[in-house]
């Protein structure tokens, strides 16, 4: 016989907030945020699922199974989930996480209104604001893109994902210099920010420095990135006569 539990249901990272549910509900949820936090992605959704079944309200869970979806690529399966609480009074890392997912499918201007919901309700929420700054850059609104990574930063100085961000728009602003110190401070903080790399090499080409461009574009190639950076990086090795070193 399956034992239940009844208590009030924690803040999570994918899931602030408290609930009050059922004791099966619970039991469901938890046993959907044990294996989430193990990587049991399928086993979670399915607990998750339950969970709704039992307490089809549990906004917890709507929003566990849509950080999950993000987490395997399904965007715009996340946002449909995100859709559903979306009058239910969901975390503000809910709609953080909503924003990310507007803005991998395309949809930047729901991603901007959606990101600035967020950081106006809980204006210390660095990752809306850093977030939000890649939203504004990619409407090529370098001025709000920089006060936004800006804000990420004074508000979590070792925010190393901020300082990709804010390096992005430097360059994006012709400040290839300052975008390569960015980009450096990111490394000192986070050795495995990928996209720091493909940065440096943009800007280093930026300043003419080609020998040191390239080794940073093998040096993204090497550690997997984005198709279309992927495809910009080998395109340009072989312009410049080191198509032979591409990691094959």
Known sequence: MRRFFAYWLVATAAAAGATQTTPEAAAFF??????????????ALNAFEESLAEDPNLVEAHEWIAHILILQGDYEGAIARYQRIVARNPSTDSKVSLGLAYLRVGDVDMAVK??????????NHYKGWNNLSMAYLRLGKLADARRAAQKALALNPNFASAYVNL???QLREGDAGGAVASYEKA????ADQVDAYYGLAEAYNYLGEEKTAGDYYLKYLKRGGDPARRAAAVEWLWEHGRGAEVPR
Do not use: M, R, W
């Open 187 to 190: 490394f000192e903080l986070d």
């Open 30 to 43: 938890n046993d959907g945020v044990e294996k989430a936090n193990a990587g049991e992605y399928k086993a």
């Open 114 to 123: 959606t990101l600035s919901n967020a950081v106006a309700a809980d204006p």
């Open 167 to 169: 390096g992005n728009v």
